[in-house]
T-cell receptor, first 114, second 110 residues
Framework: DAGVIQSPRHEVTEMGQEVTLRCKPI?????LFWYRQTMMRGLELLIYFNNNVPIDDSGMPEDRFSAKMPNASFSTLKIQPSEPRDSAVYFC????????????FGQGTRLTVV | SQQGEEDPQALSIQEGENATMNCSYK?????LQWYRQNSGRGLVHLIL?????REKHSGRLRVTLDTSKKSSSLLITASRAADTASYFC??????????FGAGTTVTVRA
């Protein structure tokens, strides 16, 4: 298996633009997580899906952020409109079960909003 | 909010030496996991220790867990330059959320 695949690896956009980050989890994994990593706040869980259903989005910072998982092999995280403070590395991770097992992380998308 | 806190924040050692880092957490947990992150890369799972376990080994890694003190330690023996990375503990508190600490940055000098 190729692991969790994220695209793009790097994204530079202007403030106010829409940004869409993409994730393909490992086949057979039924849990998917979106994390954000910054120097100031470390790793923050944004949203969690189980069997394609959003279970907890309490970590989503604002209404500007939205996430979807239309099927078991694809998820998107959208920021509209983007702001400079959204600059961070965004990670997608998947796991086989809900809790109690390891999470497999993608390589991340480094987002810079100028 | 971060459940786990690693100590020290940074560690510099000579190749061949052992590296020890600690993690403290606040609430009851189902298990505790350690991850490694190389610069510019995603996190890689190293080892998982369940709340009813006290010690676990994996290759050159040794993890201990003391639930009474709400703390864990990660020991890397005979360190190598390739061990240079950031190490994170993550707690699973009987739900789906993995809460990560701020990490310990380890530098192994050749």
């Amino acid at each position: 298996d190729a692991g969790v695949i994220q695209s793009p690896r790097h994204e530079v956009t202007e403030m106010g633009q829409e940004v869409t980050l993409r994730c393909k989890p490992i086949s057979g994994h039924n849990s998917l997580f979106w994390y954000r990593q910054t120097m100031m706040r470390g790793l923050e869980l944004l949203i969690y899906f189980n069997n394609n259903v959003p279970i907890d989005d309490s970590g989503m910072p604002e209404d500007r952020f939205s996430a979807k998982m239309p099927n078991a092999s694809f998820s998107t995280l959208k920021i509209q409109p983007s702001e400079p403070r959204d600059s961070a590395v965004y990670f997608c991770a998947s796991s086989r079960e809900t809790g109690g097992t390891e999470a497999f992380f993608g390589q991340g998308t480094r987002l810079t909003v100028v | 909010s971060q459940q786990g806190e690693e100590d020290p924040q940074a560690l510099s050692i000579q190749e061949g030496e052992n590296a020890t880092m600690n993690c403290s957490y606040k609430t009851s947990i189902n298990n505790l996991q350690w991850y490694r992150q190389n610069s510019g890369r995603g996190l890689v799972h190293l080892i998982l220790i369940r709340s009813n376990e006290r010690e676990k080994h994996s290759g050159r890694l040794r993890v201990t867990l003391d639930t009474s003190k709400k703390s864990s330690s990660l020991l890397i023996t005979a360190s190598r330059a390739a061990d240079t990375a950031s190490y994170f503990c993550a707690t699973d508190a009987n739900d789906y959320k993995l809460s990560f600490g701020a990490g310990t940055t380890v530098t192994v000098r050749a």
